[in-house]
């Protein structure tokens, strides 16, 4: 239903608005002689335009340009901001916390641990500084206490940066994510991969004995927001337990789904809860929980070094600020309350778009806070990998970009923060549904 040469004219033509628009951003980005790949970090260049704006300021739900342009930010880091940038209670913390880091543990980190378990469901927690780190240490953690070498993922998955998840399900079995720069080992060695809502597939390769977790989120996102299909998390977990493998839920995306993530929404009952990003209000942090049964075995292992060089553990991880905007993320702004009017914006912004491609063969999920539309119906990782189209993806940001609203530049998603408002919502439906409507005639 899209005409090709019709979607390649907006797109030059959005591109050219794009440029013309950022000039100081363009000077930049083309002055920087320091940087590998001209930015911070790298993934910055994943950008619809020809290079990246240039960031001033950010505040609540909106950011600013260093070319003065300002944008309703549906983005929120990719969940890094979900708290909303900047939050008072987060920055007020932050300036009154004497002593960043020390190698000292600090009361609010009892509070904070306390807290996601409340949550979480799971009791014991420990932090890092991201979640890649939560999810390494918790692999590692849970090869310790079983013994096996293998991890298991799903296909198209996202934990981060963890060697092991960069893998995906070829023709030919699985194999390394196109693009992995440098790995270790072929992860065909340490991890076993199946399609997310097979739960034929995963009882296949549990059978092997030599898995020692399945690490998933609750529900896939960043390949789109795939959900579970009925009864498939309980069959993940019958299976994991009947195996003797360890169940790790990463919700450090799927934490929109409400203030305990999926795992308290649905219900879930891992055995170890990984997250990051969100939690401390846009400082760095990660964190796992586990539970007390696993908990006494890790501990059970005294030939195990868990406060020395063993592989879990960092000098900054814990430090007293980050855990200091954890305690005033989760106390002050990311509340139950503040989830329930979150999801109520989520629910206004689906509607939106699904009014807006309801003549197209497209979906719109919602988890949460957080809504994504996507070019097809996919039901697990390798179809909505199938389902992604480039140029589609740089129309509707580059659309949405050059009259104020910005989503998340790896896809097409929304996250709704306790700053979002109803008008920015309606705004958002305006122009998707502009952008729809010159695209299609």
Not at 117 to 130: E, G, H, I, N, P
Not at 218 to 239: H, K, Q, W
Not at 271 to 279: C, L, P, R
Request: with cysteine; glycine share 10%; charged share 20%.
């Amino acid at each position: 239903m899209i005409e090709h040469a019709r979607l390649s004219a907006l797109l030059q033509r959005e591109r050219a608005a794009y440029e013309a628009r950022l000039p100081r951003s363009r000077a930049a980005y083309q002055a920087s002689g320091s940087l590998l790949g001209r930015v911070p970090m790298t993934w910055m260049n994943k950008v619809a335009g020809p290079f990246p704006a240039y960031l001033d300021r950010a505040f609540g739900a909106r950011v600013r340009d260093i070319d003065g342009h300002e944008y309703v930010d549906f983005c929120l880091g990719d969940t890094g901001a979900m708290a909303g940038h900047a939050p008072e209670p987060v920055a007020r913390a932050v300036r009154e916390r004497a002593g960043y880091t020390a190698m000292l543990p600090t009361a609010d980190a009892e509070w904070v641990g306390a807290e996601l378990a409340r949550r979480f469901k799971v009791d014991l927690w420990s932090f890092s500084l991201t979640a890649t780190d939560a999810n390494r240490w918790a692999i590692r953690l849970a090869r310790q206490v079983t013994g096996r070498p293998r991890i298991l993922v799903f296909n198209y998955c996202y934990h981060g940066s963890v060697d092991e998840t960069l893998i995906t399900l070829g023709p030919d079995g699985p194999r390394p994510r196109s693009g992995n720069v440098g790995p270790p080992v072929d992860p065909a060695v340490t991890t076993r991969v199946v399609e997310f809502n097979d739960a034929d597939a995963l009882r296949a390769e549990l059978a092997h004995g030599d898995v020692a977790c399945v690490l998933m989120e609750p529900a896939l996102t960043n390949i789109g927001i795939v959900l579970p299909a009925p009864g498939f998390l309980d069959e993940v977990r019958r299976l994991t337990r009947e195996h003797g493998t360890l169940l790790i839920n990463d919700e450090t995306h799927t934490f929109s789904a409400g203030p305990g993530g999926c795992t308290r929404a649905w219900n879930l009952d891992p055995d170890i809860v990984t997250i990051g990003k969100a939690i401390a209000g846009g400082v760095p942090i990660g964190a796992y929980g586990v539970t007390h049964e696993v908990a006494e075995r890790i501990l059970a292992q005294k030939d195990a070094d868990l406060v020395d060089v063993g592989g879990v553990g960092g000098t900054l991880a814990g430090n007293a600020l980050s855990i200091a905007a954890a305690r005033a993320t989760l106390e002050e702004v990311l509340t139950d309350e503040a989830f329930k009017r979150m999801i109520e914006l989520s629910e206004r912004f689906t509607s939106g778009v699904r009014s807006a491609i309801e003549h197209l063969p497209w979906t719109v999920t919602q988890l949460g806070a957080r809504t994504e539309y996507r070019f097809g119906a996919p039901a697990n990782g390798g179809e909505s990998a199938a389902a992604s189209d480039d140029d589609l993806d740089d129309y509707f940001h580059l659309y949405l970009h050059n009259r104020g609203v910005l989503m998340t530049p790896f896809h097409n998603m929304a996250l709704m923060c306790p700053a979002t408002t109803a008008q920015d919502v309606d705004l958002h439906t305006e122009l998707f549904t502009a952008a729809v409507r010159e695209l299609t005639g």
